[in-house]
């Protein structure tokens, strides 16, 4: 092996996928979120655009481990970048299998509410991620499935949230991420 292609194939095993379970109320597994890492530190890496987690994520995902593999057979959120959303990447993913998540530092809005609409004729499902409560995603709210909080201190403003969002959007599910104890959990 040439000493260049083992540097290559060094640096491209250094890439990892987090796998985050979803949980439902009954504590059973019900997704998986599929996270770009760099390491075995669980972190997203510094320095790192959405546009290369996306598609470092995509490369590992789909083309090292295998979808069917990391996922166990059970449906997966995937964050997209703007970009990726907007251009070719949804269509890599089986709509049955996925839900796209559109990230917190989306931009071009109603770029993104436009796309959605047509992959949701092509039975895509999307997700909302790190919903904020900021007035400019109100074009994407009534076009999700899901809307992802994270839980917030003290845990009854999260629960207040979450009623806000279900008197406006009655058909949204919503999904409270960062529950770290069986307190926050009940």
């Excluded at 970048?81 to 070719?88: C, I, Q, R």
């Excluded at 530092?105 to 909302?128: C, E, H, M, P």
């Excluded at 403003?157 to 926050?184: D, G, M, S, W």
Aim: with cysteine; hydrophobic share 40%; aromatic share 10%.
């Amino acid at each position: 092996m040439k000493p260049s292609s083992k540097v290559h194939e060094d640096k491209l095993l250094k890439h990892h996928v987090a796998r985050q379970p979803i949980l439902n109320i009954k504590k059973e597994l019900f997704a998986y979120e599929l996270l770009y890492r760099d390491s075995e530190e669980n972190a997203f890496p510094i320095n790192t655009s959405d546009e290369q987690a996306t598609s470092r994520l995509f490369f590992n995902t789909l083309m090292l481990v295998g979808f069917e593999k990391l996922t166990a057979k059970q449906r997966a959120f995937i964050n997209l970048s703007t970009d990726a959303l907007l251009n070719d990447f949804p269509k890599l993913l089986n709509p049955s299998d996925t839900v796209i998540e559109i990230v917190e530092r989306a931009s071009n809005i109603s770029l993104i509410a436009q796309r959605v609409k047509d992959l949701k004729k092509d039975g895509y499902v999307f997700a909302l991620d790190d919903y904020d409560g900021d007035p400019k995603w109100r074009p994407l709210l009534e076009l999700m499935t899901y809307v992802k909080l994270e839980i917030d201190d003290p845990v009854e403003k999260t629960n207040a949230h979450i009623k806000e969002l279900k008197c406006e959007f009655p058909n949204i599910k919503i999904i409270v991420e960062r529950i770290e104890t069986y307190e926050q959990f009940k």
